[in-house]
């Protein structure tokens, strides 16, 4: 892969990080990419989304809606043309995970 078209992955990456920003867990009414929710997105052939997330527990009631939502606002990002959302548990979500910009406003810290 030439420099180029890494660092165009790289900023495709940085583009879903902030779309995904939209996605709020109806539960803590906070986005998914604050609350620590997401574990990994890659970026390969110039348009193809892999994100790794989680819930907040097994058995969330809105994992279908929030694995939905994330997979749906990173196609939406201009040049992304496949978005793959797997679900891991593996490590379970902690309230560590949560930015601490909003880790007070949910008792976290």
Known sequence: MSEDAEEEDDALV?????????????EL????VDLGLIYAIEVTDGCVASIVMTTTT???????????AVQDVA?????????????????????????????GLLGAR
Do not use: M
């Open 14 to 26: 940085a583009q879903i990080r902030e779309a995904l920003r939209a996605v709020i867990d109806p």
């Open 29 to 32: 009414g906070q986005n998914v």
């Open 58 to 68: 097994r058995g969330c009631p809105a994992t279908s809606f929030l694995k939905q």
């Open 75 to 103: 196609w939406a990002v201009p040049g992304i043309e496949f978005v793959d959302v797997d679900l891991t548990y593996e490590p379970p979500w902690s309230p560590s995970f949560i930015a601490p910009e909003i880790a």
